[in-house]
């Protein structure tokens, strides 16, 4: 089994902030009793900006972006240090592996980052991942790690995902609220109405509360991969029965789409209107997104850039990875790819939104 392990923020800081080398300890020693099973492991961890904080005198998580990423340089370090000490414990080598959004996104990004990973895999280490956060600036940022330990998940074709929380599973409604109870098994989204995931994270440090985890979670079960949610204290029995938390079953199949990212995990950086045959295009035949096709062009973005692409009535249709920067679309709206070429020159006779780049929504 090669299994993706995302530990968060919360399950490894002290009730007195700082990183709490006892759970780290407890993580990574049965980590290595899945290794002796046979297992491959990958771990996301999140916990640069929780132990960056005391080296750094802040008494709690900063609110700025800046600072946020000063902590995390001065604690990813210290961090995978000591991931690093106790693995090799049990004679494991491993590898920081700090990714953006593109890495997940890009083409070339995309298959280089697979590619490092599956080699560290063969070589038998185990790949500790985290969000690059001393360079994603917040428009290009996860922020948590859940839904990068999907993607991760997906990009290492894994056979399951955990997601360790300070929680022991999703519960039907805030869990500090006496009588709520755990769900064991989710399905699909219908066993998720009427649940209550919307109270911020209780714990100091952690981001993303319950929502960014079901979002995990749709995005992984989506791919074909089941997810199981519990807390850190329960990660032997997460790893050798599984038979503990919340279960998310697959709802589809197993994709190899590198765009899976695009349709769950970001908004558009800008959007383009398309008339009605554009709709109808896209939609019904899977055809690319061609100028002739738009009405207007909102915000700005870079080629390369995830944008929605909307209709007339405002509602969001696909979401694409632009051809063009913003600045150049108005020129080339509504007119065909064949004049554009012919007035502007051969590299203008490109898709706005190439099909392959692009993936439908709703
Ligand atoms: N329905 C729910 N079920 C379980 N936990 C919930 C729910 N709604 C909100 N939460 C909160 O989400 C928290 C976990 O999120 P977070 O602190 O961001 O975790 P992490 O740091 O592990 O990523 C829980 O401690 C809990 O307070
Ligand atoms: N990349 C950040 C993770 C941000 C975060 O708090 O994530 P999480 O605890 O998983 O909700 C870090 O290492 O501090």
Do not use: C
């Not at 089994?1 to 080398?21: C, E, H, Q």
């Not at 009793?33 to 709690?60: C, K, W």
């Amino acid at each position: 089994m090669r299994i993706v392990v995302k530990v968060g923020s919360s399950s490894l800081s002290s009730t007195l902030g700082g990183l709490d080398l006892s759970r780290l300890h407890g993580l990574v020693d049965a980590l290595a009793g899945a290794r002796d099973r046979g297992d491959e492991v990958v771990l996301v961890s999140s916990g640069a900006i929780a132990t960056g904080l005391a080296p750094l005198s802040l008494p709690t998580r900063p609110r700025d972006l800046a600072t946020q990423q000063a902590a995390a340089s001065v604690g990813q370090g210290l961090l995978v240090a000591r991931y690093t000490e106790r693995f090799a414990r049990h004679d494991l080598v491993v590898g920081q592996v700090l990714l953006t959004v593109d890495d997940v996104v890009r083409r070339t990004h995309y298959r280089n980052a697979y590619r490092t990973l599956a080699r560290l895999l063969d070589l038998g280490v185990v790949p500790i991942v985290n969000e690059n956060d001393t360079v994603a600036t917040s428009e290009i940022r996860f922020g948590d790690n859940d839904r990068l330990a999907a993607l991760v998940a997906h990009l290492v074709h894994a056979d399951r995902l955990i997601l360790l929380s300070d929680v022991d599973g999703l519960y039907d409604g805030n869990p500090s609220t006496p009588g709520t109870r755990m769900l064991r098994h989710v399905h699909g989204d219908a066993d998720l109405e009427g649940i209550d995931i919307g109270t911020p994270s209780a714990s100091k440090v952690g981001t993303g509360g319950m929502v960014t985890k079901v979002e995990a979670a749709r995005i992984a079960t989506g791919a074909g991969i089941p997810v199981l949610l519990t807390s850190a204290d329960q990660v032997n029995t997460a790893l050798a029965s599984g038979d503990v938390g919340t279960t998310f079953h697959p709802t589809g199949p197993r994709r190899s789409t590198r765009l899976l990212w695009l349709a769950h995990a970001t908004t558009g950086k800008g959007s383009v209107v398309l008339d009605r045959g554009a709709v109808r295009a896209i939609v019904e035949r899977g055809a690319s997104l061609l100028p002739a096709g738009v009405v207007r062009s909102e915000g700005a973005y870079e080629a390369g850039d995830p944008v929605d692409l909307v209709d007339e009535a405002g509602v969001v249709v696909a979401r694409g990875l632009v051809n063009y920067d913003s600045a150049e679309v108005p020129k080339l709206i509504g007119r065909s790819t064949h004049d554009l070429a012919a007035e502007l020159g051969a590299e203008y006779e490109r898709e706005l939104v190439h099909r392959d780049d692009m993936v439908l929504l709703g």
